[in-house]
């Protein structure tokens, strides 16, 4: 009976321990596992074919500023091929400016990269799908971003699963069918596994990524 009470009072303590801890506290296990994919200081690990004057490193973030152009990883993480994941990086476009972030996808060296699905950055520019769109697949027409200001976008694959999320916020959850209808090059839009890559849409669009990050699943 001793026994038995002395364990319910500290199963009682452990709750008021745990109920008592702060948000900060309780959330810092979601910062375990993440890896950075840039070191802030050059391109080291990343690879461009075409028009590669469009990505410089400018006060520790990527930025992109130029013809059309594509910017893979290709560094040793997973040896840059991702097959489940949590990816994030915070992201700042200027006024009528368009991006987008791959995954799944593979080098090309030039043209638009034909693999994997992309993960639209656009607050302003004319393309009225917004950031946060899977593109035409899945397409969000409000803006959950503004220009100018930094914001945080994450993509989480899990299965035949994307969920993401523009500031905490579910923008996109959309989960692949068993066999996809696809068309033209459209075939290769399909979950399987492969890397990053950071795009550069149109001489007009300039936009940075700083804190870019991945956690394997």
């Given at each position: 009976?001793?026994?038995?009470?002395?364990?319910?009072?500290?199963?009682?303590?452990?709750?008021?321990?745990?109920?008592?801890?702060?948000?900060?506290?309780?959330?810092?296990?979601?910062?375990?596992?993440?890896?950075?994919?840039?070191?802030?200081?050059?391109?080291?690990?990343?690879?461009?074919?075409e028009?590669?004057?469009?990505?410089?490193?400018?006060?520790?973030?990527?930025?992109?500023?130029?013809?059309?152009?594509?910017?893979?990883?290709?560094?040793?993480?997973?040896?840059?091929?991702?097959?489940?994941?949590?990816?994030?990086?915070?992201?700042?476009?200027?006024?009528?400016?368009?991006?987008?972030?791959?995954?799944?996808?593979?080098?090309?060296?030039?043209?638009?990269?034909?693999?994997?699905?992309?993960?639209?950055?656009?607050?302003?520019?004319?393309?009225?799908?917004?950031?946060?769109?899977?593109?035409?697949?899945?397409?969000?027409?409000?803006?959950?971003?503004?220009?100018?200001v930094w914001?945080?976008?994450?993509?989480?694959?899990?299965?035949?699963?994307?969920?993401?999320?523009?500031?905490?916020?579910?923008?996109?959850?959309?989960?692949?069918?068993e066999?996809?209808?696809?068309?033209g090059?459209?075939?290769?839009?399909?979950?399987?596994?492969?890397?990053?890559a950071?795009?550069?849409?149109?001489?007009?669009?300039?936009?940075?990524?700083?804190?870019?990050?991945?956690?394997?699943?």
């Amino acid at each position: 009976m001793k026994q038995k009470l002395r364990t319910t009072i500290a199963s009682l303590m452990l709750l008021g321990v745990l109920g008592g801890m702060t948000a900060q506290e309780k959330n810092q296990g979601d910062d375990k596992g993440w890896i950075s994919l840039f070191n802030g200081k050059n391109l080291d690990g990343w690879k461009v074919g075409e028009n590669a004057s469009t990505f410089s490193v400018e006060n520790g973030t990527i930025k992109v500023s130029g013809p059309k152009a594509h910017l893979f990883y290709t560094g040793a993480v997973e040896n840059h091929t991702f097959k489940n994941f949590e990816f994030k990086a915070s992201v700042m476009t200027r006024p009528g400016s368009n991006s987008g972030i791959y995954i799944h996808t593979r080098y090309q060296e030039k043209d638009w990269p034909i693999h994997g699905y992309e993960v639209q950055v656009n607050n302003s520019q004319e393309d009225w799908r917004r950031t946060g769109s899977l593109y035409s697949i899945q397409d969000v027409i409000e803006n959950y971003a503004a220009d100018d200001v930094w914001y945080t976008e994450y993509v989480k694959v899990q299965g035949n699963r994307i969920i993401i999320k523009i500031n905490d916020t579910v923008v996109v959850d959309y989960t692949e069918p068993e066999n996809p209808k696809r068309e033209g090059n459209g075939v290769h839009r399909i979950l399987g596994s492969g890397t990053f890559a950071l795009q550069g849409h149109d001489p007009g669009s300039t936009v940075f990524y700083k804190d870019i990050m991945v956690r394997p699943l």
